[in-house]
Structure formats: C-alpha cells, structure tokens
Nanobody, 116 residues
Framework: QVQLVESGGGLVQPGGSLRLSCAASGFTFSGYTMNWYRQAPGKERELVAT????????NYADSVKGRFTISRDNAKNTVYLQMNSLKPEDTAVYYC?????????WGQGTQVTVSS
C-alpha cells in the first residue's frame, strides 16, 4: 500500500536550517507530483511546495519563496524540503502528500519548531 514517511523535523533557532525528507513506497514514485504541506496550531493546513514528477517544475507558497527548496531523488523514492532562514512562524507539523490513482495520501507528519 501507499506509504509516506517524513523525517528530519526538530527544534531550531530563528535563522537556522533543517532538511525534511519523505520516503515513499507502494507506488511508482517517479510518476507523481509530490507536495509538502504544513499545519500550525489553530490554523488550516496549507500547501508549502510542489514538485512535478521529473522535478522539472517547482512551486512555492509566497511565505517561503527564496527560503525553502523542494527537490526529489526518484532513484531513492524520496522528496526533500530544504528550509533555510527559518522563522518562528514556520513552526508547524509538516506533511508529505501526493495524489495517487485518484486518492490523496498523507504521511504522519514531522514537527518543526523554530524558537530561541
């Protein structure tokens, strides 16, 4: 079955960096667009970044443009989110997501906390 497993979250100071990973299995990873979402306490889940199947096109929320980079390694069935210049408002649970065969799948999420 389709599985998405995120890792790499943690506590970081403002201005710091983290790299999140999402390991995918159960589907042909290289054929699907992958997304990163986040959900802060008391807020709705929001789309952070998207990467197309071959990695040729990426899109970002305005709030993270210039600071976050999404990438993928289709040989490793993994999508990444490099987060630089982190701000307290980036604090959230970050989720990996894809629409596979008409159904939306989510990972369990990884907590990112930006605080001094």
């Amino acid at each position: 079955q389709v599985q998405l497993v995120e890792s790499g979250g943690g506590l970081v100071q403002p201005g710091g960096s983290l790299r999140l990973s999402c390991a995918a299995s159960g589907f042909t990873f290289s054929g699907y667009t992958m997304n990163w979402y986040r959900q802060a306490p008391g807020k709705e889940r929001e789309l952070v970044a998207t990467i197309t199947s071959a990695g040729s096109t990426t899109n970002y929320a305005d709030s993270v443009k210039g600071r976050f980079t999404i990438s993928r390694d289709n040989a490793k069935n993994t999508v990444y989110l490099q987060m630089n210049s982190l701000k307290p408002e980036d604090t959230a649970v970050y989720y990996c997501n894809s629409m596979v065969r008409g159904r939306r799948y989510w990972g369990q999420g990884t907590q990112v906390t930006v605080s001094s």
